[in-house]
T-cell receptor, first 114, second 111 residues
């Protein structure tokens, strides 16, 4: 099994450009999450999904949108990138609720916004 | 608002030493606490999950304890090896199953 995969691994954007990060999991997990990790700060939850067709805001949702059209995929979109969105983005999935069941993380996407 | 603190931020020990990593949290109303390992340029791997009703969990050379009332957890690594070098993160699960992560302790085990 591939587990949780993320595409792309690296990306450089100019301010104002848009892009979509793709997360895919092959474990039939209901729950999926997007986090960002910044130096000196813990991982922070951007958005999450408790099942196909559902999305919910996390701790830092502004400037991001998400979609969960298929159970195995969770997309994170940046409509108009800003330098403050330079970060490493991690996707995770879990069978049940986070903290009740183990979360499995992808390898991350390093995004730089110039 | 829950805050999770990990001290020290970095630690270097010689191979073979036993070591303790610390995690503290401000709100004791948690469902559980997890310890993760993160290798450079990689995602997180869950090491141990301690439910709020438990005092400790063990996996191989790793032992994690939880004192919910005092807001503290420790991760004990026995007989450290160079392959243990990584960043160790703790995270607590609070209301609405949201995880709050600490900033991590970067461990270097030297030969």
């Amino acid at each position: 099994n591939a587990g949780v995969t993320q595409t792309p691994k690296f990306r450089v954007l100019k301010t104002g450009q848009s892009m979509t990060l793709l997360c895919a999991q092959d474990m039939n997990h209901e729950y999926m999450y997007w986090y960002r990790q910044d130096p000196g700060m813990g991982l922070r939850l951007i958005h999450y999904s408790v099942g196909e067709g559902t999305t919910a805001k996390g701790e830092v949702p502004d400037g991001y949108n998400v979609s969960r059209l298929k159970k195995q995929n969770f997309l994170l979109g940046l409509e108009s990138a800003a330098p403050s969105q330079t970060s490493v983005y991690f996707c995770a999935s879990s069978l049940g609720l986070a903290g009740v069941d183990t979360q499995y993380f992808g390898p991350g996407t390093r995004l730089t916004v110039l | 608002k829950q805050e999770v603190t990990q001290i020290p931020a970095a630690l270097s020990v010689p191979e073979g030493e036993n070591l303790v990593l610390n995690c503290s949290f401000t709100d004791s109303a948690i469902y559980n606490l997890q310890w993760f390992r993160q290798d450079p340029g990689k995602g997180l791997t869950s090491l141990l999950l301690i439910q709020s009703s438990q005092r400790e969990q063990t996996s191989g050379r790793l032992n994690a304890s939880l004192d919910k009332s005092s807001g503290r957890s420790t991760l004990y690594i026995a007989a450290s090896q160079p392959g243990d070098s990584a960043t160790y993160l703790c995270a607590v699960t609070g209301t609405a199953s949201k995880l709050t992560f600490g900033t991590g302790t970067r461990l270097q085990v030297t030969l």
